[in-house]
Every structure is written in structure tokens, then in C-alpha cells.
């Protein structure tokens, strides 16, 4: 979180600088105020909204890694662009976080506490109302200044006098162009962008403009040296009240500079008009990507290689689900891009499905041992956790250890798979086991590899995986791995290491495998049934506490499942006795309220899911 919003504000200074530096060069001290003013608000407003636009219109090479990483992080789009630690002694990310979230209090606080203190004086004074404002005659040396609808105007000031005209028509130009809501607006902005130099400078001139303006009005047809006298005349005091209006607080220099300055200044259109490119120049700042050529060179396999790849879930089965997005169709959209680049690698893909269909975790082994390939991969999306979404993301691999026949040859593809991934993904450090197993690599008949392509409950996973070029990078790195692996150019002498992950930890539409103590059993929880292998014992189906039979499972909606959670041998005895010898499968609902509006969706689920697949997702 901390890492997202620092990448933010770093793109929201890069953005106000470039607009702040054409307003100096070109508009600053020309008598164009009101389009002075709104090109400044505007550069407010697009300076905070530019850097939340995901634009990739322009996609560049490079060779250079350190430029194109520093280029890709004023590009950024998330975390996921920039690789980060994990191991923190302090997290000063979220110290530095916090100490930003306090100062921006206290600006909140000081400001509202300067609008109450505006508002306290008028309590004090007797108002005269009019239609335009309340006029209130004090004895303050502030005096005199306006703020929204209101004149405060000091009584030694007489309204008789051609200065005192002067001085009330400048705060009626203030209340009329409204410019105590610009000061409202910038200064609130500022409670939350104070670290941005570019936006104090852009209040300065504001204010000044906001001056210039009244100037103007006040002055009217007469002679200016009257209103120049009694600026040149007049006193600096210690002005309290910043979203007010006063007469006496802005440089008196470039006021009298502005009041003599001539009407018509030199190529005014065509300053004007230069906004139109530079408005071009910062949307593309922020519309474009650059990719390291050096890491993404075409290696083509020195034979024919035939590689069988797998898109997790389909049809029924629906995988994890997080962000609006489905894993069964993620999956299929990263399998089918690698099927479109495939030849560019001189590597033979053949899916074991092109389509929303499914098919079970039995009929996808025996499809890829009949297809005589080199090697398969299994494509899907990991899932974590409510409150652990933000911490878990990355991309992982796991292989088969039960497999001993193909271990090692399983052991070098998957870590020349991941890393080519840890090139342009957040890393891993090992390659993963499943203590439960994972049917399609336990009996496969080729070195295999599963590859779990982010977290989809984690935001900036889910963003790559919507976003078509990352989808690109993580095919092309795969198919890099691919044929490094049948090239035998991985460095066998550095493999990752194997790292047994436990699996039961709750989950939530996701397959796995219950090894009973002589017979194997298998199941896929899927968006209508569960399905069980036949001639086998089954598992002890739970439901909120209550036992019910398998047919009573097929009536479940998936969208109405909170958690579910997988129990195997000693942990289901312990819990459900004997009845729990053959596994435990046990689930529970959100509430009534929640299924209700769940049965009516037809669009992807809500984004906050709350699965786990880390632990049992993937025996297909």
C-alpha cells in the first residue's frame, strides 16, 4: 500500500512540474488572468487524475535495464512493477506512510480551524446584509479581506473615500469570481499533496492571479497610480485566516508591475494555444511502456519440441475468484497466448482446452500422456486469504516430488520457467511441492511443471492480468523458460530448491487431492458438483457443521460459499472419528442476506473474494 501510494505521488509531482514549467515560461506575469486561472486549476486536477489513468498506447525497446526500470516506475501502474524485499527488520514504508497520513491531519485540522476563526469574528460584529454578501464593519488590523459571501472591512477604512470605493469593489470581485473556493479547494489539496513543491507553487501564483483579477475590477476606468499609491502605502500585516481574501496580503511589486503591464502581450494566442501539445507530452508520460530487448531475445529450440499446456478449471469449475475477475478464464487467456507466440519459439503447443469446457483432473493427465510431448505445463492463479491479499502476490511454480522418475528432469524445468518469470515478475525464491500432491503432475508421464501466475486477490496481480501486454511478457517469458529447458541451457548445477507448502488452509472453489491410507480419492469442487472418482470411498461432506450426503453438495451455488477447508487423515479422524478415515470436506456459507444478491448476479463476483487456492487449487 505504502509502495503504491509513494509511485503515485512521485507520477503526480512528474506531472504538475512539466505543467508548472509551461505556466513560467509562457503565462506567468501576462495579462491573461482568467485563462491564467483556469489553466492552473486545470493543471491541478489533471496532475492528480493523469497518474490513476492505466494508459499503454506506446510500447518501446530498450537495452538499457536501469534506464527502462526507472522509465517503468514513472509508469507504474502498481506494485507490481517494482520488486521490493520481502524480509524487514522495521517497515519503514508503513513509519514514513503514517508520519504522511499525521501531517496531512494537522494541515486538516489548522485549515478548519482558520474557518472557524473567520467565522467566529462575524459572531462578534453586527452584519449588514446585502444581496450580493454580509458586509461586517471591525476593529481588526487584518481587515480589510472577504472570504465566500462575506466582507470583513475595518472601520478606520471610510467608504466615502475613492481608496475605500477602490478596497470594496476588489472584495466584491472576490466574492463574485468566487475565488474563496479556490483557495478552499488548493488548500485542501494541499493537506494531501503538501509534498508536492509544484502545488505550493501553484498556489502562489493562484492567489496572485485571484489579486491581479480584483486589481482590474477595482481600478475600473480611473487612473491606477491612486490604487498604486495606496498599495505602496499600505502596511504587510500578519494575515491569519489563509482561505480569506485580503487586500494587503499579496507582493505589491508585481501588483503595480501588473496594473502598468500592456494589454495585449506578445504572441498571446499562441502561448494559449501551446497547451495543446504540452497536454499531449504529459498523457504520454504516462501512456508507455519500455521492454528490456536483451531479456526477451526469441531463443529458438534447436528441435522439435511438443509442449502440452493446460488452462486451469473450465467450464463448471470455476477456480478462485478475486478482483471481477475468474481463474478459469484468466488461465485460458495466458494458455492461449502462449499457443499464439509459440512458433515464434520453435515449440509445438498442443491445450488440453481451447474453450470454456471442463474437464476433470483424470481426463487432463490421460489427455496429455496420449499427445507423446516433451514436457507439460499447468496454468493457474493462486489465492490468498482476506487479510492476507495485500501481502501475498507473486509468481510461483510448483512441480511434483511423488513423481521420482521425473523429479530432477521436472526440478530443471521448472526452474528455468521461473527464471525467465523473475525477470520481469515479483520473484520467488524456490520452487514449490504440495504435501497433498497434484494429480496432473503425480501421474504424468513427462517432466511437468504448475505454474500459479500471480494471486488474483491481490490488486496488482489482478491488474496484470487484465492488462493484454503483461498477459504478452508472461507468455513470452514462459515459452523463454520452455525452450532454455529443451536447448539444455539451464544451469543444472543451480537449481531452486524445493520448498514443501502445507495445504490445509481454507479454500474456496478450487480442486484437490485426499490420499486416504490405501485407496486414492479424488474431487473437484466446481460451480455445480462435486466429482468423485468411481469405486472409490468417498469423503465425509460437512455443510455448516451439519453432515449431508454427496448429492446434497450438487445444489450448492459456488457464489454462496464463504470457506471451505480440506481435512486428510489424522486431522479428519481427530475431528469427525472414523466417519472422517476417507477425508473431510467441509463448508460454510455466507450469510442468507448475501446469497440472496449473489444468485442474482450474472456478471464476475464481487472483487474482494476470499479464497485460498495456495494450499489445494490445482490437481488439473
Known sequence: MAQILFIYLLKVIVCSSVLVTYYWLALRNKRF???????????????????????QLFNFSGHSSQTIHLLNIINAHGEEDIIIGA????????????????????MIILLCFSIIKIYSIKK???VNKTTEFDFINTDIQQAP?????????????????ETGKQILQHEITHIKQKHSWDKIFIQTLLCFYWINPFFWLIKKELFLIHEFIADEKAIGENDASAFAKMLLA??????????????FYSPIKRRLTMLTTSQKPQFSYARRLMVLPLLAIVITLFSFTVNNEINHTVIKTSASFKLVVDAGHGGKDYGALGNGLYEKDATLKIAEKIKALSSQYGIDVILTRDNDVFMSPPEKSEFANAQNANAFI????????????????????????????????????????LENMNADFKPASALNTRNAGIWVMDNSKIPSALIECGYITNASDAAILKDDAKIELMAKNILQGIAMYANNKVDTTNLYQLKTVDDTTPVQHKENAIKSPSTPVSFAVDSTAIKSNKNVPRPLYVLNGKIIKEEEMKNIEPKTIESLYVLKDKDATDKYGDKGKYGVIEMYLKNDTEKKELQQLSAPPPQAAEINSDTTSHIN
Not at 488572468?33 to 494508459?55: G, K, T
Not at 522495521?90 to 504522511?100: I, M, N, P
Not at 499600505?234 to 487586500?247: D, E, R, V
Not at 490468498?384 to 521425473?406: F, H, M, P, T, W
Request: aromatic share 14%; proline share 2%.
Open 33 to 55: 488572468h482568467y485563462y491564467n486561472r483556469f489553466y492552473l486549476l486545470s493543471a491541478l486536477f489533471l496532475s492528480v487524475l493523469l497518474p490513476l489513468l492505466h494508459l
Open 87 to 106: 524480509n524487514k527488520a522495521v517497515d519503514y514504508e508503513q513509519l514514513l506512510l503514517f508520519a504522511v497520513a499525521v501531517i496531512s491531519a494537522v
Open 124 to 126: 462578534k460584529y453586527a
Open 145 to 161: 479581506f472577504s472570504f465566500l459571501k462575506n466582507i470583513f472591512w475595518r472601520n478606520d477604512i471610510s467608504l466615502q473615500h
Open 234 to 247: 499600505s502596511q504587510y500585516g500578519k494575515f491569519q485566516f489563509l482561505p480569506a481574501q485580503s487586500i
Open 378 to 417: 499447468s496454468i493457474h492463479i493462486s489465492s490468498a486469504l482476506k487479510d492476507e491479499q495485500a501481502e501475498k502476490s507473486g509468481v510461483e511454480v510448483y512441480v511434483s516430488e511423488r513423481n521420482k522418475n521425473l523429479l530432477q528432469q521436472s526440478q530443471v524445468l521448472g526452474s528455468s520457467i
